[in-house]
C-alpha cells in the first residue's frame, strides 16, 4: 500500500458519509414538505453537517496534494472529491430551500402534487444512481443519471409553460410548487455532475457543461 | 509543431546488451522535453544518442536515424560523412554531478569552450563570457570571483556555471542529465526557473527522476520503460491523463 492511500481512504469514507446523509436530507425534506411534517429543525442540522464535511473534504485534499503531489488517476480522484462534495452539500442546502417552503407558505396538501411526486422519484432516483456510479466507478449507472436530468428539466419546464398557459387558481399552490420542482431540478443537475466525475476518474474525459 | 530533432527507431547497444529499442520521438524546438521512466530505462543513453556520445563507449553501437534541423545542419547525425565532434557543438551537455574544471578560473570555465574552438578575439570572447554567466543567472554572484577557482562555488553556483558553459558556444539544444539531483532545493528552484528562461533560446532536452520536476519546467514529457518509449505526450496530459497503463503505474507509484 502507496502511503498517499491510507489519505485516499480517508476521503473516500468521508465522502460515503455525504452521499448517505445528503441522500436521507433531500428526500426527508420533499416528504415533510408534502406531509407537512415539522423538521425543519433536522434538516437544518444535516444540511450544516453537509456544509461542515465539505470543508473537511477540502482540507483533506488539500493536504493530501501538498504532502504527496499526486498525478494521473489520484489527482483526478481528489479534484472529483472536491466537486462531487460541493455536489453533496448543495444537496443538503436545497432540501433546507424546500423545507423553508413549508414555513413560509404553510400546509399545502390541498395543492396538486403530481409534478413534485414524479419529479422526486425521479431525483431520489439519480441520487442514488450517482453514488452507486461513484463507489463503483460504474459509468453505465452515470450514464442514466445524465439521460433522467433531462426529465426532470422537462417536468419543471413543462409545469412553468402549463402556469403561464392555464391561468393558476392558486398562488399558493403555483408559487411553492414551482420553487420545490425549480431545487428538485438544481439537485438533478448536481447528481449529474456526480456522474460527471466519475467518468473523469476512469477515463480522464470531460464532458461539455449543459 | 515546429521539431528541431526527428528520432526514427532508434537502438543502442552496450556490447551485446541492447538498451534502446526502435525508439522514435519528435522533438519540439524552443521547448522543454522532459524523459522520465525508472532507473535502466535507457533514458540517459537516449540523451547520449542525440549526440553521439554513446558509441564512444567501447563497444557501444546504435542504429537508427536522428535528423537534427539546425541552423547550419540539416540532416542525419548518423550519416556515415557527418563528422560527430560537429555535431557535439550544436548541443550543449550538463551532466548531473557540477563538473566545472577545478584548475580553471571561473572565467575561463566558461571561455575554454570558445578557445579550443579557435575563437582569439579577447573582447568578443570577454562579451560571450560574461553574456553566458549572465543568462546562467550566475554573474550577479560571482563578479567578484570570476579568477578564483571554479571549484570554490556552491554545488548549485558550480552547475550554473556549467550551464554557462554549455551555451557559451551557442548550441541549439542542450541536454541535461539529471541536473538537479545533486543539488539542495533552492539551487535546484534556481535551475529550474533558468531552465524555463533559456528555452526562449535553447531547446531543452532533460531527463530527470524528480516527476514533480518534469511537471513542473517540461512542456512534453516522454515515459521510458526497458529501453521504450511508452508515452510521449503535453506534460499536463501525461500527468493528468496518461493514456498508457504503464504510465499510470509509474507517476502514480503503483510499480512494481
Known sequence: MRLIDEGLQRLNSKIIRMANLSRETVELAVNAYLKNEKLTDKIFHNSETLRILQDEVSELAVELIARYQPVASDLRYIKSCMEIAYGFSRFGRYAYDIIQVLEVFGDSSSCDHTSIIKASEIVHKMIDLSIEAFINRDLEKSLLVEKMDDEVDNIYESYIANLVKEKYKDLKCAVSATLILRYLERIADHASYIAEAVLYIVKGERKPRK | ?256
Open chain 2, 1 to 256: 509543431m515546429d521539431i528541431i530533432l526527428s528520432v526514427r527507431n532508434l537502438n543502442a547497444w552496450y556490447g551485446e546488451k541492447q538498451v534502446l529499442f526502435d525508439v522514435s520521438i519528435d522533438i519540439p524546438r524552443y521547448h522543454i522535453t522532459a524523459i522520465i521512466g525508472p532507473s535502466g530505462c535507457g533514458k540517459t543513453t537516449f540523451l547520449r544518442c542525440l549526440n553521439r556520445l554513446h558509441e564512444l563507449g567501447q563497444g557501444n553501437k546504435v542504429k537508427g536515424e536522428v535528423y537534427f534541423y539546425g541552423r547550419n545542419f540539416k540532416g542525419n547525425i548518423y550519416d556515415p560523412n557527418v563528422d560527430p565532434t560537429e555535431i557535439r557543438k550544436h548541443m550543449g551537455m550538463v551532466f548531473q554531478k557540477p563538473n566545472p574544471f577545478p584548475m580553471l578560473s571561473v572565467y575561463d570555465n566558461v571561455a575554454i569552450g570558445l578557445k579550443i574552438n579557435g575563437i582569439k578575439d579577447k573582447k568578443k570572447i570577454n562579451e560571450i563570457v560574461m553574456n553566458s554567466l549572465k543568462k546562467a543567472y550566475l554573474l550577479d554572484e560571482v563578479q567578484d570571483s570570476l579568477n578564483k577557482s571554479g571549484a570554490s562555488l556552491s554545488g548549485g553556483q558550480q552547475q550554473r556555471l556549467c550551464i554557462a558553459r554549455a551555451i557559451a558556444y551557442n548550441p541549439e539544444i542542450l541536454l541535461m542529465d539529471e541536473p538537479t539531483s545533486a543539488l539542495d532545493p533552492i539551487a535546484t528552484s534556481k535551475i529550474e526557473q533558468l531552465l524555463v528562461e533559456l528555452k526562449k533560446e535553447f531547446t531543452i532536452i532533460i531527463v530527470t527522476h524528480n516527476m514533480q520536476q518534469a511537471a513542473r519546467i517540461s512542456d512534453y514529457t516522454a515515459f521510458m520503460y526497458l529501453g521504450k518509449l511508452i508515452e510521449f505526450a503535453p506534460t499536463e496530459e501525461l500527468f493528468e491523463t496518461p493514456k498508457h497503463e504503464l504510465t499510470e503505474k509509474y507517476i502514480t507509484g503503483k510499480f512494481g
